[in-house]
Every structure is written in structure tokens, then in C-alpha cells.
């Protein structure tokens, strides 16, 4: 009997475990189609803006999709707007409007693992690393903003020499912060996946 219960144990904390880093590193991103399903905008120009799709070239090797979008004050700074885990450059239309008043540009960068063939998510250094490797192909004043993983993100760029500002909406702390919003957001507890997850994270 206390051999099934064990083995029905590790088989739960390994199975959960697997799930959770494959949810994590995988994540369902918002979608142009669940925007068009809403009646939300599904590009800067559904919202008046005059705006073109680019690629990053990682130093992995990724190409990253971009929307780089005009802005409105030729002497503003660039603005570098990064999305939550699970979200998209859609998810960052509804203050696009906002932004670009103020912006010689604003750009909407897709993180990795949201969207096909841009690897697995890290759930922040390697997306930190990409972040870098967009801020060194930028001249002028940049400001950084994030939501939740973006923040994070964002966050462990703040010192760019040209970042002039940081906007943060709701920051990750770390991965193992990251994994315990993640099981939250499904109504499940933190412990012990949470935990097990971030030792299996890259």
C-alpha cells in the first residue's frame, strides 16, 4: 500500500512539474484571430497609425516579429513596449494611442515562445538578452515599458545608456515569482510545483 502511495506521489509531482514547465516555456499567446473575435484592433492600423512588421535577428539566431509604429513627436524618444507572458504586441494595442503622441516611434516586440518558430519562453533571461540585442540597434533616448514578464524584463535593461525611463505595470521579481502568477491565474497553488518548475527552467 505505501508503495502505490509513493509511487502515485512522485508520478503526481512529476507529471505536474512537466506540465507546468511546458505551460511556462510554451505559453498560449493572445492571437490576432481572438482580437478579431472581440471586436478589438488586430494591428496599429486598425487604429489610425502608420506602422511597419520587422524581424530581430537573436544572437541564437531567432527572428523575432516587431511592429514598429510612427510616432507623432519627431524629437520624442523611442518607445519600447513589452508584453506580459501570455500576451502579444495585440495584447498592447488598447494604450498604443497614448504612446505615440509623445514618441518619434514606438515598438511592439514579440517575446519568445509567443508566436511560431521564436523558440521556448525563458520567463526573463533570454528574453533580457533579446531586449539588449534590440536596445544596441537603437540610437536616441529610449524608454522602456513592461506588464508582468515585460516588466521583468525591462527591468534588468534599465541601465542601457540610452534609456531615459521605465515604466512598470505589475513586474515579475523572478522566474519563481513568474511560475506562481502562472499557476494562480488557474486557481491552482504555488507549492510544490512552482518550486520544482524553476529548478527545470533554462
Given at each position: 500500500m505505501w508503495v502505490l502511495l509513493v509511487?502515485?506521489?512522485?508520478?503526481?509531482?512529476?507529471?505536474?512539474?512537466?506540465?507546468?514547465?511546458?505551460?511556462?516555456?510554451?505559453?498560449?499567446?493572445?492571437s490576432l484571430g481572438a482580437a478579431l473575435a472581440h471586436g478589438l484592433p488586430a494591428d496599429p492600423g486598425d487604429l489610425g497609425c502608420s506602422w511597419t512588421e520587422t524581424t530581430l535577428h537573436t544572437n541564437d539566431g531567432l527572428n523575432m516579429p516587431m511592429w514598429c509604429i510612427d510616432g507623432g513627436n519627431a524629437d520624442g524618444p523611442t518607445v519600447v513596449d513589452l508584453h506580459d507572458w501570455g500576451g502579444s504586441p495585440v495584447a498592447q494595442l488598447g494604450h498604443l494611442v497614448d504612446l505615440v503622441k509623445d514618441a518619434r516611434r514606438v515598438i511592439l516586440p514579440t517575446m519568445r515562445g509567443h508566436?511560431?518558430?521564436t523558440g521556448r519562453c525563458s520567463l526573463g533571461p533570454r528574453e533580457a538578452t533579446d531586449l539588449q540585442a534590440l536596445l544596441a540597434t537603437l540610437s536616441g533616448d529610449i524608454v522602456l515599458r513592461g506588464t508582468g514578464l515585460g516588466g521583468h524584463v525591462a527591468q534588468a535593461c534599465c541601465n542601457d545608456s540610452n534609456v531615459i525611463d521605465v515604466y512598470l505595470?505589475?513586474?515579475?521579481?523572478?522566474?519563481?515569482?513568474g511560475l506562481k502568477r502562472i499557476l494562480a491565474s488557474r486557481g491552482q497553488v504555488a507549492f510544490p510545483f512552482a518550486w520544482l518548475a524553476r529548478i527545470c527552467l533554462p
Amino acid at each position: 500500500m505505501w508503495v502505490l502511495l509513493v509511487t502515485a506521489g512522485l508520478a503526481w509531482l512529476v507529471l505536474g512539474t512537466w506540465g507546468l514547465v511546458r505551460l511556462a516555456t510554451r505559453p498560449p499567446a493572445v492571437s490576432l484571430g481572438a482580437a478579431l473575435a472581440h471586436g478589438l484592433p488586430a494591428d496599429p492600423g486598425d487604429l489610425g497609425c502608420s506602422w511597419t512588421e520587422t524581424t530581430l535577428h537573436t544572437n541564437d539566431g531567432l527572428n523575432m516579429p516587431m511592429w514598429c509604429i510612427d510616432g507623432g513627436n519627431a524629437d520624442g524618444p523611442t518607445v519600447v513596449d513589452l508584453h506580459d507572458w501570455g500576451g502579444s504586441p495585440v495584447a498592447q494595442l488598447g494604450h498604443l494611442v497614448d504612446l505615440v503622441k509623445d514618441a518619434r516611434r514606438v515598438i511592439l516586440p514579440t517575446m519568445r515562445g509567443h508566436a511560431r518558430d521564436t523558440g521556448r519562453c525563458s520567463l526573463g533571461p533570454r528574453e533580457a538578452t533579446d531586449l539588449q540585442a534590440l536596445l544596441a540597434t537603437l540610437s536616441g533616448d529610449i524608454v522602456l515599458r513592461g506588464t508582468g514578464l515585460g516588466g521583468h524584463v525591462a527591468q534588468a535593461c534599465c541601465n542601457d545608456s540610452n534609456v531615459i525611463d521605465v515604466y512598470l505595470d505589475e513586474p515579475w521579481a523572478d522566474q519563481g515569482d513568474g511560475l506562481k502568477r502562472i499557476l494562480a491565474s488557474r486557481g491552482q497553488v504555488a507549492f510544490p510545483f512552482a518550486w520544482l518548475a524553476r529548478i527545470c527552467l533554462p
